[in-house]
């Protein structure tokens, strides 16, 4: 395979701004189960809350952390979300013939291809001040707009791949 034509680039999302607040609430309340279970208080209900409890913390810190994958090979762009460094889900896959266009987030050129209802499906690291591209791709009767972050070599082989379509 040409190694123009193959580019990952692998993005971390920001956490939210909730996320520290709802880490610790999520730990105090764990803690807290185990501890009253110690003590007698919660009885054989109370290993019923610490799973519950424990399981629910372990679930909020997978889920909190999360990165995008982008691959971009011979044409087709594939996008995976990946959660906690440990499980991978697709996200989207778009071949050659189904990319309309590939232009920056915020510019003009898009607003003739944005169409009302469109689906849109942000794989971006959401930070300020990183420059975001926007693709739409149409399956069937379906135009989705996935917002991600592309690097250079992503976008250099794209325009390769789809010259006309590449509007950067």
Not at 27 to 56: E, K, Q, R, Y
Not at 88 to 98: D, F, M
Request: aromatic share 10%.
């Amino acid at each position: 395979m040409n190694e123009s034509n193959y580019v990952e680039w692998l993005v971390k999302r920001k956490e939210p701004a909730y996320s520290l607040f709802v880490k610790i609430v999520m730990l105090f309340l764990s803690m807290l189960s185990i501890a009253l279970t110690f003590m007698g208080f919660l009885g054989m209900f109370g290993i019923i809350i610490v799973v519950l409890a424990i399981g629910g913390t372990y679930y909020l810190f997978l889920n909190l952390n999360v990165e995008f994958e982008y691959l971009f090979a011979e044409g087709s762009l594939s996008v995976d979300r990946i959660l906690g460094k440990a499980r991978r889900k697709k996200v989207l896959e778009c071949e050659k013939e189904e990319v309309v266009v590939v232009a920056p987030a915020d510019s003009h050129s898009l607003k003739n291809y944005v169409k009302s209802g469109m689906k849109v499906v942000n794989c971006s690291s959401g930070r300020q001040g990183v420059k975001t591209c926007a693709l739409i791709y149409q399956r069937g009767p379906e135009t989705t707009e996935v917002i991600f972050e592309p690097n250079d070599k992503m976008i250099n082989a794209m325009k390769r791949s789809f010259p006309g379509k590449v509007l950067m």
